[in-house]
């Protein structure tokens, strides 16, 4: 995927601070209480336990650590929309990473802890102008953690299909962020405006190539829930499925855009 020529929409640092910081707590006070049994359940991730996957979930956080403590780029040369693209390309690293880390956590609340602990400090030090360097590129600190909101929504969702009974809430920041990045993504890998995607309250965005409509309701419409369409763009649902489910609505002959997702995976 080419690097996103797309300018991604603004987002409130501060709204995306409290998020990010917001979601984080909602894992960490949901997994205390999990017992060594819940731990080891699978999860819809590979060969990943809950203790994996919690493991990983720190793992999102602490990517802004490590990436502070690298020097800092001269300049960005990456935008906010090439990151959804950009993590397939790391996803043996990741999967290596993380079980290592799993493995050397035998507290995870005393990890997760530490980890809100230290987040909080970065983000009262640093600047969100400060530039990181990144696995999609050098960023800006504000846009990397609009990044974070999208890992903490997408495997909080994990989480609470993994584990009977858990219910994490999602931080409606949290979740709006990364509705409307992974959103403006698929602008990006299908520019157009003859297709209408809408995933209310969040997000609207145009996108797949022919006729342009300007006024009215448009000819093609998708429509969807927020947490369905954060699931079709990660892969945890299919297009086939979340249709036969009635979980999305799509009218029009330019409406099937099962084949432009997953965006990420």
């Known amino acids: 995927m080419p690097p996103a020529k797309k300018r991604a929409r603004s987002y409130d640092p501060a709204k995306t601070r409290a998020a990010v910081l917001a979601q984080f707590g909602n894992v960490r006070e949901a997994v205390r209480g999990l017992g060594q049994e819940q731990l080891a359940l699978p ?10 996957l919690i493991a990983h979930i720190g793992m999102a956080l602490t990517a802004v650590h490590r990436s502070l403590a690298l ?3 001269a300049k960005a ?46 983000l009262a030090e640093h600047s969100g102008s400060r530039i990181l360097q990144t696995s999609a590129g050098a960023l800006p600190l504000d846009d990397y953690l609009v990044t ?31 509705t409307r990045l992974l959103a403006d993504a698929l602008a990006v890998k299908a520019p157009g405006g003859s297709t209408e995607v809408r995933v209310p309250p969040y997000a609207v965005v145009q996108c797949v190539e022919g006729p342009r409509h300007t006024r009215g309701t448009p000819p093609n419409v998708v429509e969807t829930d927020p ?27 330019r409406a099937d ?3 432009l997702l997953p965006l990420m995976s």
């Open 71 to 73: 020097p800092e780029p």
């Open 148 to 178: 974070r909101t999208a890992e903490l929504v997408v495997h909080t969702d994990d989480l609470n299909t993994a584990v009977p009974g858990l219910e994490i809430p999602y931080d409606r920041q949290a979740l709006a962020a990364a």
């Open 77 to 122: 040369d990456a935008v906010l929309l090439d990151w959804p693209f950009a993590t397939a390309a790391n996803a043996a690293a990741i999967d290596e990473f993380t079980r290592n880390l799993s493995a050397g956590q035998p507290d995870l609340d005393a990890y997760l802890t530490d980890i809100d602990r230290s987040m909080r400090a970065l």
């Open 227 to 253: 947490l369905t369409w954060v699931r079709l763009a990660t892969g945890r649902l299919s297009w086939k499925d979340a249709l036969e489910e009635a979980k999305v609505s799509a009218s029009g002959e």
């Open 257 to 259: 855009i099962g084949g």
């Open 43 to 52: 999860t819809r991730l590979g060969e990943w336990t809950v203790r994996d």
